[in-house]
């Protein structure tokens, strides 16, 4: 593994010597997310990452792993499944070849985050790359760490703007001991409402969603994760038919990778909300999170899907977008807020003082 590090901070240094920019790549199955990277063949280099994989370390009983970014996330899996252990927040795939490395570089969660929480609720430290090749380490690989800023947390969802995340240091959890599934015919207000009925309730709801199915009409799915008698009361209190352990393992997939037939569609918004935000003016969404996630199809108008989306507290993404054309002027991602932006801006000119790393994939003109 040392090779390969070698190997990557040689080809960093010399794009840095030669004024090229870096496109850092791993697997590339979350490549369609972000702006596209600006520059041309002859002003950047693409730098392979996938290469630099394996689990560090590994401690059970302690709860923490740490892998080498290009370590494929279905091996994670695998050694975690063995331990009757998971990654938290759920992320999707998105592709066989999925790592770690760009599962935290884009930040992403599946339908567990409405529970567990975010992916940067679980990353305690990072290996990061600089311009120069060298390696800054930010954060421990202990649930307990030192005093100062969370940088390690900051770099979770920036797209590699501030360089390569060469090792990622995070918590897992325990399996929950029994999944269970219900299902209900409903339309989205009534789905809506029965968020915000059950948000103040300690139910061990891990999961839910709703999907459009013909006009206002479709189907709530809720799923409960815990002790069997924890579950066996909230089926009590929660109205729907259950499904089959194996449907509704299919079920919650189709929605982490986007499999679903709601998601056959060139171009798919993300709108992210406070959960109990109301209804939004727009297509019929499929709704996930607890109200908080809504993804969207056939948008017409960028600007109020935009509006609307801060006027109830939060933000509207172009996720997926079928070419460069489809992209708003300012970017796919909501613009920044001035401070956030501003922040960003700082931070990176302190950690990519040279401005080498994915330009424009997270802020246009970054």
Request: glycine residues 10%; charged residues 20%.
């Amino acid at each position: 593994m040392s090779f390969v590090l070698n190997e990557l901070s040689e080809q960093v240094i010399a794009a840095a010597a030669s004024h090229k920019r870096v496109l850092v790549k791993g697997s590339g199955s979350k490549g369609f997310y972000g702006n596209p990277a600006s520059g041309t063949t002859e002003n950047m280099i693409l730098l392979d990452v996938a290469a630099y994989k394996g689990v560090i370390e590994y401690e059970p009983s302690e709860l923490v792993m740490t892998a080498a970014c290009g370590t494929p996330l279905q091996e994670i899996e695998k050694l975690l499944d063995e331990q009757n252990q998971m990654l938290p927040w759920e992320p999707p795939h998105f592709g066989p070849g999925a790592t770690i490395g760009g599962t935290i570089a884009t930040g992403l969660a599946g339908p567990r985050r409405m529970s567990a929480g975010a992916t940067a609720d679980f990353v305690l430290g990072t290996r990061m790359m600089n311009a120069e090749g060298g390696l800054l380490r930010f954060g421990g690989q202990v649930m307990k760490n030192v005093a100062g800023y969370d940088v390690s947390r900051l770099l979770v969802g920036s797209l590699g703007i501030f360089g390569p995340l060469m090792e990622i240091s995070f918590k897992v959890l325990p399996k929950p001991l029994v999944e269970k599934t219900l299902r209900h015919a409903c339309t989205i207000n009534q789905a809506l409402d029965l968020f915000r009925q059950v948000h103040a309730r300690s139910l061990c709801i891990s999961a839910s969603s709703w999907v459009p199915k013909e006009g206002k009409n479709g189907h709530l799915y809720v799923r409960l994760s815990g002790s069997g008698v924890a579950v066996s009361q909230a089926k009590t209190q929660l109205p729907g038919d259950e499904l089959a352990d194996a449907d509704a393992r299919a079920f919650w997939l189709s929605l982490r990778e986007q499999t679903h037939p709601f998601f056959n569609d060139a171009t798919i918004w993300r709108v992210a909300v406070p959960p109990l935000a109301g209804k939004m003016n727009e297509a019929i969404p499929l709704v996930e999170w607890g109200g908080a996630q809504r993804w969207l199809r056939q948008v017409q108008d960028t600007r109020h899907v935009r509006h609307n989306a801060q006027q109830l507290g939060g933000h509207a993404t172009l996720f997926r977008y079928p070419g460069p054309d489809a992209i708003p002027g300012d970017g796919v991602f909501h613009p920044f807020r001035s401070n956030i932006e501003g922040i960003t801006r700082r931070l990176k000119n302190a950690l990519d003082p040279r401005g080498i790393f994915n330009p424009d994939r997270l802020i246009k003109n970054l």
